[in-house]
């Protein structure tokens, strides 16, 4: 089954202390990419991958960082996690065409996290 | 200016009625525009994607597009309570051929 997954769904951790968010694709798909969404703001690209090893910010990069070590994953890495990355984390993927028609984003189930 | 703004909501229509979302966008040359349904605490998934002017119908799903007014719609007819949910319009940044910008979402509920 085509799909992306993130790993865990739900987390709670304290200020400070150093956590990962994991996602894989088996769909092989080239562009990755991490969103936050909080309440009225929508979705907020974080940072995206062009390709492994090809890293780019987003909207909102500060307090995160990324690696595409491999091709089906993407780990989103908070070194001092605080209060205000409480939110509601999506990994998605996608294929990287040239032309019009491109980049249907498929996502991961979202990860929720809570720093206090 | 938001790169791409949907009408506020909340959008409360009686079961069997046609609910209309309306989005609007700022990069003129953006040429892929989605329409993604959100279900509380899930992930989004694509319920529509349109590249052309003009209208597209899927099952009870109409998509509208007007590059020359930069607005896309999304009509849901015969509206129904498994409808209820979040839509997110989300545009193709002509700028950056591969990142969606998504608007705020506009959240739907179908009374029965």
């Known amino acids: 089954e085509a799909q992306v997954t993130q790993n865990p769904r739900y987390l709670i951790t304290v200020t400070g202390k150093k956590l990962t968010v994991t996602c894989s694709q088996n769909?092989?798909?080239?562009?990755m990419s991490w969103y936050r969404q909080d309440p009225g703001l929508g979705l907020r690209q974080i940072y995206y991958s062009m390709n492994v090893e090809v890293t780019d910010k987003g909207d909102v990069p500060e307090g995160y960082k990324v690696s595409r070590k491999e091709k089906r994953n993407f780990p989103l890495i908070l070194e001092s996690p605080s209060p205000n990355q409480t939110s509601l984390y999506f990994c998605?993927?996608?294929?990287?065409?040239?032309?019009?028609?491109?980049?249907?984003?498929?996502f991961g189930q979202g990860t929720r996290l809570t720093v206090v | 200016q938001k790169e791409v703004e949907q009408n506020s909501g909340p959008l409360s229509v009686p079961e069997g009625a046609i609910a209309s979302l309306n989005c609007t966008y700022s990069?003129?040359?953006?040429?892929?525009f989605f329409w993604y349904r959100q279900y509380s605490g899930k992930s989004p998934e694509l319920i529509m994607s349109i590249y052309s002017n003009g209208d597209k119908e899927d099952g009870r799903f109409t998509a509208q597009l007007n590059k020359a007014s930069q607005y896309v719609s999304l009509l849901i007819r015969d509206s129904q309570p498994s409808d209820s949910a979040t839509y997110l319009c989300?545009?193709?940044?002509?700028?950056?051929?591969?990142?969606?910008?998504f608007g705020a979402g506009t959240t739907v509920t179908v009374r029965a």
């Open positions: 990069d003129r040359g953006s040429q892929s």
């Open positions: 769909m092989n798909h080239e562009y």
């Open positions: 989300a545009v193709n940044m002509f700028r950056d051929d591969y990142k969606l910008s």
């Open positions: 998605a993927s996608s294929f990287v065409r040239v032309g019009p028609m491109n980049t249907e984003a498929f």
